[in-house]
């Protein structure tokens, strides 16, 4: 009986307890993992929202940035750290979508030692040509492909990059007979199409934006669902007349699996807060990231739903690592 009585007490007790730690959370500065190299595109929109949250918070975020294995070596960081809430992750398609599939060995799992907490935006990526290029629209881009299968060749970041694996569903989904030509990070593989090496390529608006504006590549077409706010002349694919599926870059956040759901709420909803700073919503457009939040839910939700379609690229695209 007194055995029963003690374990019903503590259980009342640790109830009793965890609405007191989120009431005194946070007591002491966050960290939050970025497992991509600092100054990037990626890196820079996680920190706008970060600043956001401190200021809400009313403690500092310190940023780590952890990058390697294609965001693996932060993530498995992140995968190990307490849940105590006060380690974050940047969540990134790539990292938590792509790698369980790319991957064939982790030394951790995505679903069960991870937790979403919120997305807050979606980075598009870009369709461009060099200007001596035959065609600038998306169709007339599509139809000299066709034409001459064989012919061109595309510059990507690299290989396994959700990039890459978009323009491999693309590829497949429009039947087209076109090379792909890694490069080791988006400055070089820009380069090469501003420099005539290479007639086209696709990558992430954000480091695109630079060589649009010098007139040194010409933007054909936007995978987002709507125009970005940066190249507002830039139709999106469904504008340009061409109607295929393509899973989304998303940009969020996830942390170690057992947080408290007082604290995860608390820190859901300072992501929603940080987006809805003037300031912090338009910087973000500026990166050629669009902002929009998504609940822990929504935003799990949504990663399983894209993960089939990531699966399918990699499964085009042969890029699995042991």
């Known amino acids: 009986m007194m055995s029963r009585l003690s374990c019903l007490t503590a259980i009342v007790l640790l109830s009793a307890l ?80 792509v790698s369980p599939v790319m991957y064939t060995k982790l030394d951790y799992s995505v679903d069960k030692d991870l937790a979403p907490l919120a997305q807050f935006g979606n980075a598009a990526n870009l ?35 959700t990039v ?29 199409v501003a420099g005539d090496q290479l007639k086209l390529g696709i990558d992430a608006a954000g480091p695109t934006l630079p060589f649009v504006q010098g007139e040194r590549v010409v ?35 996830y942390l170690p699996a057992g947080v408290p759901a007082g604290i995860a709420e608390r820190l859901a909803a300072e992501v929603e807060k940080a987006l809805a700073r003037p300031e912090v919503a338009g910087k973000l457009r500026q990166l050629g990231v669009e902002p929009e939040f998504l609940g822990p839910q929504a935003f799990a939700a949504k990663v399983k739903q894209e993960r089939a379609m990531w699966a399918e690229a990699v ?5 699995t690592i042991d």
Do not use: C, W
């Open 164 to 192: 890459h694996l978009t323009m491999e569903l693309l590829r497949a989904r429009q039947n087209l007979a076109v090379q792909h030509v890694p490069f080791k990070g988006s400055p070089a593989a820009i380069s090469a």
């Open 18 to 97: 965890q609405p007191a730690a989120a009431q005194s959370y946070p007591a002491r500065p966050l960290k939050a993992v970025v497992p991509f190299p600092a100054g990037g595109a990626i890196d820079v929109a996680a920190r706008l929202v970060l600043e956001g949250m401190a200021a809400s918070l009313g403690q500092p975020i310190v940023v780590e940035n952890k990058p390697g294995a294609s965001g693996n070596i932060g993530t498995q960081q992140v995968a190990r750290a307490p849940a105590d809430g006060y380690t974050l992750l940047l969540g990134a398609a790539v990292n938590t979508a």
């Open 127 to 161: 369709i461009y040509v060099h200007p001596s290029f035959p065609a600038r629209t998306l169709p007339g881009v599509l139809e000299e492909l066709k034409r001459h299968p064989g012919k061109y060749a595309y510059a990507s970041p690299g290989s396994g990059t």
């Open 315 to 319: 499964k085009l695209s042969g890029a």
């Open 219 to 253: 933007p054909v077409a936007v995978t987002a669902s709507k125009r970005l706010a940066a190249l507002p002349d830039v139709p999106t694919f469904a504008e340009a007349g061409v109607n295929v599926a393509l899973p989304s870059s998303y940009l969020g956040f």
